[in-house]
């Protein structure tokens, strides 16, 4: 008993210190990280910055596929990509670098694997893929064509306890909903802009319920400031919500998309900066602890930034 209770001694103090060794990737550069918490196991679907190939003109952000990461033992963040390359979109234009920020959810026993990518129909900007597997890293079989009635960036997922789903998606001066039907693939619902956020730009929003209140955080453009977290509360996953103030002030990190889960009863934000390259267009994911107040609200997060 004495050496199992040393083991898990070890292993909670090793998860701690792999979560305030930031960045948490180092072979390749990673943004825009949705962490997931599924049968008590922590995975990481990122985003993927590289450096434009030679003869390849620099898109905003230079994105060409996906990784998505596991942590091992409480240790080790295993990297299980790429599983899904821009080319391999089957709806998607060639070569366009504009792989964004994806997210991943499961649902009875499924997963399904949610990004934006342009459209070779050219009929929106981005458009929002599904792809679905047995297993939280794949392989995915991806659907044929993008979710029809929606298109923007930055997919957001969150099953609420009734097993109702609801995808949030955009960036702009406003953020959408619509309700999933149970097949994950299409919309039940026509998108609803979600009232009560502050004005300014927003993108990369991620849902959570704490203690029966539903947290809306996104990304926030403050235009003395630059992109900050922000939060917004309320009784109803649709909204309308209550902006409640920031979690995280600008940490000159080009865009602030980020998560937050509990993971073996710690509250954790995972974002991005560029610890190794110096540059905003080439980031790293991280983590930092989060703490919420009593009253339910959030204390703003200070970066372990070095
Ligand atoms: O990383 C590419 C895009 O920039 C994401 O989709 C946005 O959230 C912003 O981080």
Redo the contacts with the bound molecule.
Sequence with gaps: LRQKLLLLLLLLISTKTLLAQNPLVTHMFT??PTARVFDGKLYIYP?H?IVPPKNVKAP??C?PDYHIFSLEEGITLKDHGPILDQNEVPWGKKNTYGM??PDCIKKENMYYYYY?APPKDESSFRRIGVGVSKSPTGPFKWEKNYIKGISG??PGLFIDDDNKTYLYFG?GQDLFVSQLKDNMKEIASKPIKIQGLPSGYK??SFTFKKDGIYYFTF?HVFPQEGYTIGYATSDNPKGPFTYRGKIMDNISN????HSIVNYKGDWILFY?WWDISGYNKL?SIRADYVTFMKDGTIKKVKPTLR
Excluded: Y
């Excluded at 080009?254 to 998309?257: E, K, L, M, Q, S």
């Design positions: 943004a825009d985003s910055d905003r952000f994105m964004w920020a934006p960036i930055d960036g993108e990369g990304a080009g865009t602030n998309h991005h980031r």
